[in-house]
């Protein structure tokens, strides 16, 4: 059995699958990887002895760009002769799927992990449905990785119900809890760091990872830790992950308050966020759209309470007072009431705690993802192939 994955940008074949095709491999599938160009290739190389095939592939509309990648797409099938396309990220899906259907690939699968059109309106909602439809057209099976996620897409009527799966419990990769486990980090390590950082050891920190853009939730994460800082004194907004101002910039009284407010820590890009969950209180993710964030997953596998957004993937993974609150999206005032909340009940912050990793635990092991995902590549192959 042959399996090709594709991915936008080769960060995702890095992160959102990683440790994947390595256990393919190990269970008898030939493993072909594919994605945009990007530094990270010859770490993903390194780590699973394979070359990425580099596509044309762009996060941004792009109609004559997009229709070579259909192009080089079907060669590079034409060429591998896959039995399996599996496509993950919204360009990798509709480029993927397209190219594969041409080449008559027998089993073509796409992993649906968020979809932009949730906060889009008018035309742009419109186009964005219609690419939808036509991957999901072009694709013999689609796995939305949350539950919510594959209802909201059958009524919507982005895809068929026949064609629409969850496998395990959601997630697209699932959390490795040897890796994710704050036992790692000694008291020495987690103090260091947070002298690095300029926290005190009686600051309380609450802690947000991804990008620092609109759609997470970051303009109204900043003015309600504003708010906050006027009611409770020693805490501390530590913001790791990097800006994308070319896709959906901050407005500009967020970037000025991030820059000019001594308690807000930015950290970039960092490669392993492990570090700043053992060092915070509380994770916030105020996002307005996801599938289902790994990023959830890894806090709770720390051991922190979350405050999240009522959305697709967050509400799923946090029940709303037992390893977390749950707020609606857009909301500064929910918000800090929510980080007020459990600033000011440490009684109550440590239960949810002790609750976060159990859950995890419970039904996100990264061995139960993987093979309920390779079952699924058996099965279909067994079934369409011979």
């Given at each position: 059995?042959k399996?090709l994955?594709i991915?936008?940008?080769p960060i995702?074949?890095?992160?959102?699958?990683?440790?994947?095709?390595?256990?393919m491999m190990?269970?008898?599938i030939?493993v072909?990887?594919a994605s945009?160009?990007?530094?990270e290739?010859?770490?993903?190389?390194?780590?699973?002895?394979l070359?990425?095939?580099v596509l044309?592939?762009?996060r941004k509309?792009?109609?004559?760009?997009d229709i070579?990648?259909?192009?080089?797409t079907?060669q590079?099938?034409?060429?591998?002769?896959?039995d399996i396309?599996?496509t993950?990220?919204?360009k990798?899906g509709?480029v993927g799927?397209?190219?594969a259907?041409?080449?008559?690939?027998?089993i073509?699968?796409?992993t649906?992990?968020?979809l932009?059109l949730?906060?889009?309106?008018g035309l742009?909602r419109k186009?964005?449905?219609?690419?939808?439809r036509?991957?999901?057209?072009?694709?013999?099976?689609?796995?939305?990785n949350?539950?919510?996620l594959?209802?909201?897409?059958?009524q919507?009527k982005?895809a068929?119900?026949?064609k629409?799966?969850v496998?395990?419990?959601?997630?697209?990769?699932?959390i490795?809890?040897?890796y994710?486990?704050?036992?790692?980090f000694?008291?020495?390590?987690?103090?260091?760091?947070?002298?690095?950082?300029?926290?005190k050891p009686t600051?309380i920190?609450?802690?947000?990872?991804?990008?620092?853009?609109?759609?997470?939730?970051?303009?109204e994460?900043?003015?309600?830790?504003?708010?906050?800082?006027k009611?409770?004194?020693?805490?501390?907004?530590?913001?790791?992950g990097?800006e994308e101002?070319?896709?959906d910039?901050l407005q500009e009284l967020?970037?000025?308050e991030?820059?000019n407010n001594?308690?807000?820590?930015?950290?970039g890009w960092v490669d392993?966020?492990r570090?700043?969950l053992?060092i915070?209180?509380?994770?916030?993710?105020p996002?307005?759209?996801?599938g289902f964030?790994n990023v959830?997953l890894?806090?709770?596998?720390?051991g922190?309470?979350?405050?999240v957004t009522d959305?697709?993937?967050?509400n799923e993974i946090i029940?709303?007072?037992h390893?977390?609150l749950?707020i609606?999206i857009?909301?500064?005032?929910a918000?800090q009431?929510?980080?007020h909340?459990?600033?000011q009940?440490?009684?109550?912050?440590?239960k949810?705690?002790e609750k976060?990793r159990?859950?995890i635990?419970?039904?996100?092991?990264q061995?139960v993802?993987w093979a309920?995902l390779l079952a699924e590549?058996?099965?279909?192959y067994h079934?369409r192939v011979?």
């Amino acid at each position: 059995m042959k399996l090709l994955r594709i991915t936008t940008v080769p960060i995702s074949l890095n992160k959102l699958l990683q440790g994947q095709p390595q256990y393919m491999m190990q269970n008898d599938i030939e493993v072909v990887l594919a994605s945009a160009n990007g530094k990270e290739i010859p770490e993903i190389e390194k780590t699973t002895g394979l070359k990425v095939h580099v596509l044309p592939l762009t996060r941004k509309i792009s109609p004559l760009t997009d229709i070579r990648a259909v192009w080089e797409t079907y060669q590079l099938i034409k060429k591998e002769k896959p039995d399996i396309v599996h496509t993950h990220t919204p360009k990798a899906g509709i480029v993927g799927m397209l190219a594969a259907k041409l080449a008559g690939v027998p089993i073509r699968m796409h992993t649906v992990a968020g979809l932009p059109l949730m906060q889009a309106t008018g035309l742009k909602r419109k186009l964005l449905n219609t690419v939808e439809r036509l991957t999901a057209w072009a694709a013999t099976e689609v796995y939305p990785n949350s539950y919510r996620l594959a209802d909201f897409m059958i009524q919507e009527k982005l895809a068929p119900k026949t064609k629409v799966k969850v496998l395990a419990n959601g997630s697209s990769n699932g959390i490795d809890l040897t890796y994710f486990n704050p036992e790692h980090f000694s008291k020495e390590q987690n103090a260091a760091l947070s002298a690095k950082l300029k926290i005190k050891p009686t600051d309380i920190v609450l802690l947000f990872i991804g990008r620092l853009v609109g759609d997470k939730g970051i303009n109204e994460l900043v003015q309600a830790f504003t708010k906050l800082q006027k009611q409770v004194p020693d805490i501390k907004l530590l913001l790791v992950g990097s800006e994308e101002p070319d896709l959906d910039p901050l407005q500009e009284l967020t970037r000025k308050e991030i820059k000019n407010n001594p308690n807000i820590i930015t950290t970039g890009w960092v490669d392993d966020v492990r570090p700043y969950l053992a060092i915070s209180d509380i994770f916030i993710f105020p996002s307005y759209r996801e599938g289902f964030p790994n990023v959830v997953l890894q806090a709770g596998a720390m051991g922190l309470p979350s405050i999240v957004t009522d959305i697709n993937g967050c509400n799923e993974i946090i029940t709303n007072g037992h390893n977390g609150l749950i707020i609606p999206i857009n909301n500064v005032k929910a918000l800090q009431d929510a980080m007020h909340s459990l600033l000011q009940h440490p009684d109550i912050r440590q239960k949810m705690s002790e609750k976060a990793r159990e859950e995890i635990e419970s039904k996100y092991k990264q061995e139960v993802v993987w093979a309920a995902l390779l079952a699924e590549y058996k099965s279909l192959y067994h079934k369409r192939v011979f």
